[in-house]
């Protein structure tokens, strides 16, 4: 997983700007579908790979399922269900760590195409929580500030325990 910055990199609190769809961005999008497709992620976001670019890949399909890719350029959240659940969320840019998050079962995104085309896509359940996921890393929000300060805490304490035995096993 080299190439994934890593929680706190500066480039996870950077909001991309929205822009129209370009030749860098149509090759940044491809870097972030082959790494997403490298390691099988749900979704990725620009900002994983260290870019700030408005864009992320999410894979359309359930969980359970093999992985369908979308490129998603200038993403946004237009519409969310007012109904929440739970869920474990996790990132490649902090390996090995889950904590729950809340999220609405449903969202309406706007987003570019790769030819410049506006296009709306509503998404449910889990897909709907990996594109929210992802929405908020374009914006700059990584998914730790969507938990209390005590499972932020508790989930960093862990991580660097276990980066520090990783490093003395090495």
Do not use: C
Request: glycine fraction near 8%; charged fraction near 20%.
């Amino acid at each position: 997983m080299g190439e994934f910055v890593i929680y706190p990199d500066a480039a996870l609190t950077r909001k991309a700007t929205p822009r129209p769809v370009d030749a860098r961005m149509l090759e940044a999008g491809a870097r972030l579908l082959a790494a997403a497709e490298g390691v099988q992620a749900y979704g990725l976001a620009a900002a994983h790979l260290g870019l700030d670019e408005p864009l992320v890949v999410i894979s359309i399909a359930p969980a359970t399922a093999p992985r369908d890719y979308l490129v998603l350029f200038n993403p946004k959240v237009i519409d969310l269900a007012p109904e929440t659940e739970t869920g474990m969320e996790g990132s490649v840019s902090l390996p090995g760590i889950e904590v729950p998050v809340v999220r609405s079962t449903w969202a309406v995104l706007a987003h570019d195409d790769a030819a410049g085309g506006s296009q709306n896509l509503r998404v449910e359940g889990f897909v709907a929580r990996v594109a929210q996921h992802e929405i908020d890393q374009v914006n700059g929000l990584f998914f730790l500030r969507r938990v209390s300060s005590v499972k932020r805490d508790l989930a960093l304490r862990k991580f660097r325990k276990t980066n520090s035995l990783a490093s003395i096993r090495s």
